[in-house]
């Protein structure tokens, strides 16, 4: 009987600290359950980038194969400009004097966020300017935006990505192409509404820029980066993430004086 009770005492003491540990292990976890979207295209060869922009991604072979010593090896050394593929526009690019790649904090971008859904206006019209109205719709269903949550307008047009014509309105290249750009952004005045009215880190786009195609001002840029307000641009897959309810984290390339950096960008989607 003594035996018993001794081996009922030491189970219970094994499952409670089963428990316990579970437990702790839970609240260690900042993310317990869900799935982890990769929001960013890969750079390579397909890398869309702005038209007049004089070269593309370069990815080449400094070494590849068995060394002398019998062992394999690879080396690569690549080139990119700073603003094509999935990228981040800091602040410096139209703001004189904001942060540089290298200074946007951390905290500016990771955090919670939301999608605006504009797609059914925009593939209906390749010039469409996303409004403020746009936004106060969407919040008359989803609530008000959060304060300091990562917003992205989904515009539907991720589904062209890589092809150039689709995507862009135009498959020419150079200096001819920008007067033929056609692809949806957010209007100068929904821009001013949010930095008036609503307080975000930062936002993205499943475009190629914050502005529509073609604008020649780039207004938007000037408004949401003169506010220290990173852009994201070329956003992936943004039809896989819910309105709400999940995590971003954007990790630009750390470049010295960047104006902009290639960006790995992901959402975590709690259970």
């Known amino acids: 009987m003594k035996n018993l009770i001794f081996l009922f005492i030491i189970g219970a003491t094994f499952a409670a600290c089963e428990r316990k540990t579970s437990a702790s292990s839970t609240e260690n976890n900042p993310f ?26 370069e990815h080449i072979v400094d070494f590849q194969g068995i060394t002398p010593k019998g062992f394999y090896y690879t080396s690569y050394k690549m080139c990119t400009p700073e603003h094509g593929g999935t990228h981040i526009d800091a602040p410096i690019h139209f703001a004189e004097g904001k942060w540089t ?13 939301v999608v605006i859904d504009v797609s059914q206006k ?4 390749r010039d469409y300017q996303i409004t403020s109205e746009d ?11 959060p304060t300091d949550a990562i917003v992205f307008f989904k515009t539907g047009y991720g589904k062209f990505y890589p092809n150039r014509k689709e995507y862009f309105g135009t498959d020419l290249k150079g200096e001819a192409a920008i007067p033929q750009l056609h692809f949806p952004g957010i209007a100068p005045e929904a821009a001013q509404w949010i930095v008036d009215h609503r307080k975000i880190k930062a936002f993205g786009l499943d475009v190629a820029s914050m502005d529509y195609g073609q604008s020649t001002d780039f207004k938007t840029h ?11 641009e070329n956003v992936a897959h943004l ?23 290639p960006l790995r960008l992901a959402a975590f989607v709690k259970s």
């Open 135 to 145: 936004i106060l719709n969407w919040e008359k269903e989803h609530g008000k935006i």
């Open 122 to 125: 925009a593939l209906q019209n």
């Open 222 to 232: 000037q408004i949401m980066l003169g506010h220290q307000i990173p852009g994201f």
């Open 32 to 57: 317990p359950q869900g799935k982890w979207i990769d929001l960013t295209y890969t750079i390579d060869s397909t890398t869309l980038y702005w038209p007049n922009n004089a070269t593309g991604f």
């Open 101 to 113: 790649v290298d200074e946007i904090p951390l905290s500016q971008t990771t955090g919670e966020g």
């Open 239 to 261: 039809d896989q993430l819910p309105t709400k309810g999940f995590y971003v984290v954007a990790l630009p390339m750390k470049i010295g004086k960047g104006s902009g950096a």
